[in-house]
């Protein structure tokens, strides 16, 4: 029993190495570990079969633009703190008694479940899952779910087997993972006997609920999209409190001569991203430069302490405080009308040119140019044709 154990250690383990990859990503470690990522994601986006599974449902790049998105994004940074909370005060109280020799851990959460630490992970999990909404995280989160309930299965057996009387009345006492009164009437909903095929059933069920919910949800992000289009090019506001400054300024700036050149001779459908000049995630979008190839920088604990606890701030101010004085920024040097556009190709199956398609998760987009905008006055500050990758090269990034 002890290597199937091992494995399923070992598989929860990499589960959560993929689930921080928004952490890795930004710190110096992001190189050695796409060495050995980033293969695995270019293989799941060979073909539509599992390219579902490299793309993203809910707004990463984009500040959310309904209440909705908004509750969703605070409910992931409460549920990953909460959980972490929940998994680290379980795990001190079970190593207390054992260092003190006090036996078994049987108050605080443990008085009512018997797997609070597992709960706490699956907690968290569901905490990654928003805060790094790829669908990979999603489907992950569902196997590590089947993971937890063998690995406490495998740990009652050997408790019944040393302290059978004891674990047993302890166990008549309490729930699983959840209180004795609610997996009592989730058992009396689920029209099975016997508790693996209960378990079969549970954990099939928030599988599906968790990825069809996924899928709704991105459904959802892209009938909210602040978008303004002419048929051909469409913007999307990082800021969408930017959305007037688009549908009054955009259709004379695609059609100032730096600009319409470049589109024109890019053929096909067109989608720009606009933000502040000093957006920090600008380089998720096109590779923009080093500045913006966030592994690069030393902010590492700055960015993930924003990135949890102010989980708005750090999209609308573009971490401020690292880049003070910047043009574009709050407090900056610059003009607060002057906006950064960044200009992708967009190669959709059907050559629609609508949000849906645009967004698609087979649609191939190519970073072409970006070019820095004075709203205002309209003056084209800057134009700069742009490498065909991102700033962490192919890897599969947000589109939104």
């Not at 993972?177 to 059933?201: C, D, K, M």
């Not at 001569?257 to 998720?284: F, H, N, S």
């Not at 700055?302 to 750090?314: C, L």
């Not at 398609?357 to 309209?378: G, Q």
Request: glycine share 10%.
């Amino acid at each position: 029993m002890a290597q199937p154990k091992v494995l399923w250690r070992s598989a929860i383990v990499l589960y959560f190495i993929i689930g921080l990859e928004v952490l890795i990503m930004i710190s110096p470690a992001a190189g050695f570990f796409y060495a050995a990522f980033n293969p695995v994601l270019l293989s799941l986006a060979q073909t539509s079969a599992t390219r579902w599974l490299t793309a993203f449902y809910l707004p990463h790049m984009v500040s959310p633009s309904t209440p909705l998105l908004q509750l969703i994004r605070l409910a992931g940074s409460v549920l990953f703190v909460v959980g972490a909370l929940m998994f680290l005060g379980c795990a001190g109280q079970v190593y207390y008694h054992k260092f003190t020799r006090k036996g078994a851990a049987l108050g605080g959460l443990y008085a009512a479940i018997r797997h609070p630490q597992y709960l706490g992970l699956a907690v968290i999990g569901v905490g990654l899952s928003i805060l790094w909404p790829r669908f990979l995280t999603v489907a992950l989160w569902a196997v590590m779910v089947a993971l937890y309930y063998a690995l406490a299965r495998d740990e009652e057996r050997r408790m019944l087997g040393q302290f059978e009387a004891t674990y047993r009345d302890y166990m008549t006492r309490t729930g699983m993972f959840l209180p004795n009164t609610v997996e009592t009437a989730i058992g009396r909903i689920v029209p099975f006997q016997g508790q693996t095929s209960r378990a079969i059933i549970v954990i099939g069920g928030l599988a599906a609920v968790a990825i069809g919910g996924a899928f709704g949800l991105r459904a959802y992000t892209l009938d909210t999209l602040p978008l303004w289009s002419d048929g051909r090019v469409t913007a999307l506001a990082i800021l969408p409190t930017d959305l007037p400054i688009l549908e009054h300024r955009m259709p004379a700036v695609v059609n100032s001569p730096e600009i319409k050149t470049r589109v024109d001779a890019a053929g096909g459908a067109i989608l720009a991203y606009e933000m502040p000049t000093a957006y920090v995630m600008q380089g998720m979008i096109a590779d923009t430069g080093d500045e913006w190839q966030l592994y690069k920088r030393h902010h590492t604990l700055e960015m993930i302490a924003d990135w949890i606890f102010h989980p708005f701030g750090h999209l609308e101010g573009g971490h401020a405080a690292m880049h003070a004085g910047m043009p574009g920024m709050p407090g900056g040097g610059g003009p607060g009308v002057l906006r950064r556009l960044i200009f992708l190709r967009v190669d959709t199956e059907d050559g629609a040119h609508d949000p849906a398609a645009l967004f698609a998760i087979n649609a191939r987009r190519s970073p072409l140019f970006l070019a820095d905008v004075d709203m205002h006055t309209l003056a084209v500050q800057t134009v700069r044709d742009l490498p065909k990758d991102t700033g962490w090269g192919r890897v599969p990034t947000p589109s939104f």
